[in-house]
Structure formats: structure tokens, C-alpha cells
């Protein structure tokens, strides 16, 4: 059966696709969709039906009463009492005429409705920031009436108006608005602000000139409709036009007397592809329905809606503001923004002279600095509130704690210190780019220089290895004493003149134990002697030997050098491997900080089983509240705090018992804070990224972080002159030699009187 109805409206189904893809393109996790009637949530079926992973819906239906005609067409006549008030904006200077536009919105009458302030409040106690409303346009205008006065309408939150004429709301009374408001319009901009000057033969001249307007979606449909019908009536007439006439149908509503070329119109109708309506091209399927159409993405934006997009079945949503941040440039210039801190050196610290000072004057640091270029750069200013609680931002009971519970309740428009970007702070809040890499490292106390010995020359050997030494020493000169006497080639006829000396009268070098023992001391002390072996068998054993001290001396050298030139200060740990496999070291980190979220999250088999122990000896403190009091633990002694390097590099060049052991564990930044979708985020992370680029931000942290008089410049100067040898390390060789000297000096005075006393005795003298 031939289907006689012919629809220019679009079919709910597809408008309901187009208000889906709209919200999947903003990317809501949450929203709230208001309609007011079984009408208007046919437009938004397909989001009540769709499934979101990680989104939450709240679907409200209710019942508003409407104080002000349908803002529609039927049966007004611009200029009669009925009709909607027309208002005169002289703001678009790209026009050659006024355009009027149809206000819907009325905002003079003192009645406020109480349904619509309850409606607002309960969403703004639910913590609603998105909204998709779907109702009639002068109830929209009383829903975002009182969104203002309840607080949800700022640039923070976001609307849809799910109403093809959104582009006819004017929202003149609730400027200034910073609010994302946005919908689709049908109508092609370009065709919706005609002046009529173009005549068409059928119907007949139009006024020379009107003021150009915009047209409601019902209008436009109406006048593309009768458009659609004249030209089909021509083609029906130039089809039958050869040498026929084609009557018109009867008027009698009574008669049973069928049109005969009522179906060759409708034919007409569905195959005709009509450009340039003021709903865009009439194109329709065999059905009667309308296809292949747009809808414009509109946004509101300086007093006006404007196109900034288009939606169609083919390609879907395309915007092309995306990646302009004149939003953004436009929200933050020339506004006061509330900035959370943390006092935290030395990214916010108080003055030395706070006391005497008010408002931002009390704080310097890395941050107030960075704060004052990008308020420079963009034109803007801040006011600085300390967090009450003086945490970051964690999970606790459920709800934000910190910096990002004030974000959430509106408390603060920023918050910056070294904050760190965190997937679960991300949840809950954007960051802009980060404006410092970091990762976590390890502080521990310094070891202590070990106090130099006096007889450290003795250290490259062990006692055993000094008493086989000398073992081996007496030993060796015994056997050359034996081995020397034993052979005959080492006994020597002291006077050649005599060829046959008696036995009694030759002599051997080595006939003593004590010319033994000082062979064996002058090859020892690599300085010989004057004593040659002749025999094979005496050389062989002082080869051996000689080969012995060779290997013994260059060893102690070796070892000397070493133990004399290094500084000898060694730390039980040197990698967080070290750390989690010991127990005798407690460690632990900030409580609630994102170092501590790392080790709980990790998957990693070594920091894994470092949390498990942080775990264990919680109840020992491992958590301190804050980085002070884990540095203060690292002083005490046998506690190592995990932290982020930035401010270990800040601590450890302040305070000479403090180091870094080991590398980064992970690598991640710090940023700036903001409410989700906030539009300061985009202009703040561009003028980060130029300072970056431009070298700025390394500059404020070497000011922030080379103190200008180190308090280790005399530890790190004795620390590079490790090669010089002091006298508390090499004295003991100075006392040996005293004491070798007075040895002598009594062996010396010994022998005199022994040789005195003797000679005395033989020759009978005094």
C-alpha cells in the first residue's frame, strides 16, 4: 500500500543518535537528563537506553509548569499580541542588517516558580555538574534561571539542550555566562537569515525588503513544506504539461471522486532532492521519511549561539573548535582565581617577615613564582587560601580529602604545590601539563667518615695473613741457613794463595742464622742484600721466595693504595633492592601521598614486598604525615624515607647528613589542579609548555634549588681530594721508624759496652 505521508522533521530515532554521540563526545562521567514530558524523552531514548562503563546517569522526569506560550508559530503573526517578543541585536558587526531575534525567555516576572529553584537545588546538593535538558524552550529558560541562582551555572558545569530551536534562546539577562551551553539546530545558518529578496513564479513577488530574522525549527519546516509541495506541482505540471491540462482535486469532502495523479505527486515528492532549504537539503527515503540531513553543533558563545560543528548519520559529530582555546583564554582573563596551597619548602614557604605582611605577600617560593608568570602571561589574578587539613588529596571514608576535596566543593579554582599527577587523583580532578619531572628515590643518612688509624698501613692484610707472612719469613731463613751449610758449593776458600785449605778454614756467606735472616728481610723489603748464593739448590729456594714476596708485596701495595685513597664511607643499602631485601632498616614514606599510593598499586615483585613491610611496622610510624618528620627519622638513625627526588635534591643540599641512594623507582610530574572540564586548563598547560620551552621554568628551579651557600661546600671540597694522604693515616709508619731508630740507637750503645767490657777484661784495662 502506497504510503501518502511525506515527513520533513527528522525521525526521533535519529535525534535521539545525534544527542548520544554529542554526549559520548564530551566525554560525560557523569550527567544528569531532565525532560518534561513523554515528547521530549523520545529525543533522548537512545541515552536512557545506553550503556556507559564507567558513567553515572541520573534520568529525572518533571513536571514544570510552563508560564509562557509554546514557543512556536501556529496561528502567531509577528507584530500581534500573541506573539513571542521580538528583540533587536546590533552585536554582529558581519551582517549588513539587524537580525531580530524571537525572545522566548522572559526573566521580568516576580512570580519564580518554586519547582524549578527546588529542581536546581536538589542537583546542586547531588553534586550535578552536566546536564542535558529536554523540555520546551521557555522552561529551559527557567531551569537555567535558577541553575544561576543556585550556583550551577558557571564554567564549570556544561548543558545540553536537547530542543532543535536552542539556537532561539536569548540569555541576554543571566550575562556574564561562562557555561558550556550547547545543542543542535536543523536550520542552515546561511539560509535562516534571509532578507526574501529572491522571487519565485509561484509565488508570485515578495516585499522588496524584510529585517533579516531567526526562524523557529516550525516555521522553517512549514516554509520548506510548501516550497517542497510547489515545486513538485511544477514537475507534476511539466509531466503532464504536452498537449494535457491537469485539473486540481475536488474541493467536496464528500465526493468519492479520486485524484488521478494524486500518486505520481507523492512519487514526487519522495524522489525530489531539494537544495538549499532552511533546513538544509529535503531529501527522503520511500517511506516518506527524511534522510541525509544535518544538524548543526551549536555553542553558545559571545551573547549569541554559533555553529561550531555538524552532526549527520554518515559522519557523525564534527567540531571545529575543538583545538581553539579562545574559550578558555576568554574565561580566565581578568578574573580572580581562587589557589589552594600547602606550605611545603620550596614550593610555598612563609616570608621571613610574614607576620608584617597580608594576603599573597606572606609566601614565596617555586610556586608563588610560577603562579605570578602565568598571571602575567594571561592576565589574570589569584588569591592564595592554606588547605585546612593540610594534606594533598587522598581517599579517606570514602570522599577527597585536601586540596581536591576544595576543588570539589568549589572552595578553590586551583591548587598547586607538588602535587603529584596520580590516575586517582585524575578521577576526580584535570591537571594541566606538568611543570617538573620527578620520580621517587631514596633518602638516607650519610654515613660517617670513618675516623683514620694510626697504624692503617696494617689493613691491607689480615692478622693471619701478617703472621703466616712472618711465619713464613723465619721459616724460609732457616732452610737457607741448613740448605746453605749443607752444600759444599757454598763453602769458599777465603785465601786462593792455598790450594789445599783445611776444612776449618773455608767460609760460607750464609754459615749464620742471622745472615740468613737478613738475605730473606732485603729480598722481602724489595731491597736485596750483598749476600749471592752460588749453589743450584740455595738459588733454587731464593727464587721461590723471591716470586713469594713479589706477589705479597704488589698485593699490599694494591690493597694500600686503596685503603688509603678511598674515603671509606659505605652505606648498608644502595638500591631499593637492597632495601626490601634487609630487615634490619626501617623505611617508610608520606602517609596518604602518592609515593605511598605506588608501593599499595605496584605489581612489582620488589616494591610489592616492600609494601608488606611498610605494612608490618606501621604501627612504628613508617607514615609520617609529612616530609618533615620522616627527615627528622632519617637523622635519628636506621630509617630510610621514600620520597620524590625533587625534594631530596632540595634536602640533601641543605643538610650535610642526608643523601639519595640509588636511582628513580618511576618517573612521573607535578601539575596544577583544576575542577574537571574547567576551562582555565587549556590556556594554563599552553603558557606551561612556553615556559618550559623558553628555559624559565629551569630558572626558577635553580634558584629555588642551589642554596647560595652550600653547608657541605667543605665536605664535597675534601671529598675531591681524596688522593692526598693525610699524617693520622701514614703516622704509624712514622712511629715504627721512631721506634727502629731508638732500637738501633740502644742495639748501638749495647754493643759499645759489650766490645768496651770485653776489651777491657782481655787486655786488662780499665
Known amino acids: 500500500m502506497l504510503n501518502y505521508t511525506v515527513n520533513l522533521y527528522p525521525q526521533a530515532d535519529q ?45 529525572q522526569k518533571v513536571n514544570l509548569p510552563s508560564e509562557f506560550p509554546d514557543p512556536l508559530f501556529s496561528g502567531a503573526v509577528i507584530g500581534s499580541d500573541s506573539a513571542p517578543r521580538v528583540t533587536i541585536d546590533n552585536g554582529d558587526s558581519s551582517n549588513d542588517n539587524d537580525i531580530q531575534h524571537i525572545e522566548y525567555c522572559s526573566f521580568d516576572s516576580d512570580n519564580i516558580n518554586l519547582s524549578y529553584r527546588k529542581l536546581m537545588k536538589d542537583l546542586r546538593k547531588k553534586g550535578v555538574e552536566n546536564l542535558v535538558l529536554s523540555m520546551p524552550l521557555d522552561k529551559v529558560c527557567k531551569v537555567l534561571k535558577e541553575a544561576a541562582n543556585v550556583g550551577l551555572l558557571t564554567i564549570y558545569n556544561d548543558y545540553v539542550i536537547a530542543n532543535l530551536d536552542t539556537h532561539l534562546l536569548n540569555l541576554t539577562q543571566l550575562q556574564p555566562i561562562m557555561t558550556n551551553i550547547s545543542g543542535y539546530s536543523i536550520l542552515d545558518p546561511e539560509g535562516q537569515q534571509t532578507d526574501f529578496k529572491q522571487s519565485k513564479k509561484w509565488l508570485g513577488k515578495r516585499p522588496a525588503e524584510v529585517p533579516k530574522r531567526l526562524l523557529s525549527t516550525e516555521y522553517s519546516m512549514m516554509s520548506d513544506a510548501v516550497s517542497l509541495v510547489a515545486y513538485s506541482l511544477d514537475e507534476l505540471i511539466n509531466d503532464y504539461g504536452q498537449g494535457r491540462s491537469v485539473t486540481g482535486p475536488t474541493s467536496d469532502c464528500a465526493s468519492n471522486e479520486i485524484w488521478n495523479y494524486g500518486d505520481h505527486l507523492i512519487e514526487i515528492f519522495k524522489r525530489s532532492i531539494r537544495h538549499g532549504g532552511y533546513t538544509g537539503d529535503l531529501r527522503f527515503d520511500k517511506f516518506g521519511q527524511r534522510v541525509n540531513f544535518n544538524l548543526e553543533f551549536v555553542l553558545f558563545k559571545n551573547n549569541t549561539f554559533k555553529k561550531v560543528g555538524t552532526w549527520n548519520m554518515a559522519d557523525r559529530l564534527e567540531d571545529k573548535s575543538r583545538h581553539s582555546d579562545d574559550f578558555g583564554l576568554q574565561a580566565i582573563k581578568n578574573k580572580t582565581l581562587k589557589v589552594t596551597v600547602a606550605r611545603t619548602s620550596p614550593y610555598v614557604m612563609y616570608r621571613e617577615n610574614y607576620t608584617d605582611l597580608s594576603g599573597n605577600d606572606r609566601y614565596e617560593g617555586y610556586c608563588i613564582d610560577l603562579m605570578n608568570k602565568l598571571a602575567k602571561k594571561l592576565h589574570f589574578n589569584y588569591v592564595i587560601k592554606e588547605v585546612a587539613d593540610g594534606q594533598y588529596g587522598k581517599i579517606q571514608n570514602g570522599s ?19 602535587l603529584t599527577i596520580t590516575k586517582e587523583r585524575q578521577s576526580a580532578v584535570d591537571f594541566t601539563h606538568p611543570f617538573m619531572t620527578l620520580g621517587i628515590a631514596i633518602m638516607y643518612k650519610k654515613p660517617k667518615m670513618e675516623e683514620a688509624e694510626m697504624y692503617s698501613f696494617l689493613m691491607p692484610f689480615s692478622k693471619e695473613v701478617w703472621l703466616s707472612m712472618w711465619s713464613a719469613y723465619v721459616a724460609i731463613s732457616l732452610a737457607f741457613w ?39 728481610i732485603g729480598s722481602l723489603m724489595q731491597q736485596g742484600s750483598d749476600l749471592a748464593p752460588r749453589s743450584p739448590s740455595v738459588r733454587a729456594l731464593a727464587s721461590v721466595w723471591y716470586f713469594f714476596t713479589l706477589i705479597l708485596i704488589s698485593s699490599y701495595t694494591a690493597n694500600f693504595a686503596a685503603f688509603l685513597t678511598a674515603s ?7 638500591s631499593a633492592e637492597d632495601l626490601s631485601k634487609q630487615t634490619k632498616i626501617d623505611y617508610g614514606c608520606k602517609e596518604g601521598g602518592s609515593t605511598q599510593a605506588f608501593f599499595a598499586l605496584s605489581n612489582h615483585s620488589t616494591y610489592r614486598r616492600m609494601w608488606n613491610f611498610m605494612e608490618s611496622r606501621k604501627h612504628q610510624g613508617v607514615f609520617p604525615k609529612d616530609n618533615s618528620k620522616g627527615i627528622n627519622m632519617v637523622k635519628k638513625g636506621n630509617f630510610a624515607f621514600l620520597m620524590e627526588s625533587t625534594s631530596i ?39 606551561i609548555v612556553e615556559l618550559n620551552e623558553g628555559g624559565e621554568l629551569q630558572d626558577l628551579k635553580n634558584r629555588w634549588w642551589n642554596a647560595e651557600q652550600p653547608a657541605c661546600a667543605e665536605q664535597k671540597d675534601s671529598a675531591l681530594a681524596t688522593s692526598e694522604l693525610g699524617i693520622d693515616k701514614v703516622g704509624g709508619v712514622f712511629v715504627m721508624l721512631g721506634v727502629g731508630v731508638a732500637i738501633a740507637s740502644v742495639t748501638a750503645v749495647l754493643e759499645f759496652i759489650w766490645k768496651s767490657l770485653k776489651t777491657s777484661k782481655d787486655e786488662r784495662v780499665s
Open 15 to 59: 535525534l535521539s543518535r545525534a544527542y548520544l554521540d554529542l554526549i559520548r563526545y564530551k566525554g560525560w562521567k557523569s550527567f544528569s537528563l531532565i525532560y518534561d514530558s513523554s515528547e521530549d524523552f523520545v529525543l533522548v531514548k537512545d541515552i536512557f537506553e545506553m550503556t556507559f562503563a564507567d558513567t553515572s546517569i541520573t534520568i
Open 400 to 418: 577527597w580529602t585536601g586540596m581536591v576535596r576544595e576543588l570539589l566543593d568549589w572552595q578553590a579554582d586551583l591548587a598547586i604545590v607538588d
Open 482 to 520: 741448613l740448605v746453605s751449610r749443607m752444600s759444599p758449593i757454598e763453602w769458599k776458600n777465603p785465601h786462593p794463595c792455598f790450594d789445599n785449605p783445611d776444612e776449618r778454614d773455608l767460609e760460607n756467606e750464609l754459615h749464620s742464622i742471622g745472615a740468613s735472616l737478613w738475605f730473606t
Open 568 to 574: 671509606r664511607m659505605q652505606s648498608p643499602i644502595e
Open 649 to 687: 635534591d632540595y634536602m640533601v643540599q641543605r643538610d650535610c647528613e642526608l643523601t639519595q641512594i640509588g636511582g628513580l623507582l618511576d618517573h612521573k610530574g607535578y601539575g596544577i589542579a583544576l575542577r574537571k572540564r574547567s576551562p582555565f586548563r587549556a590556556p594554563l598547560s599552553k603558557s
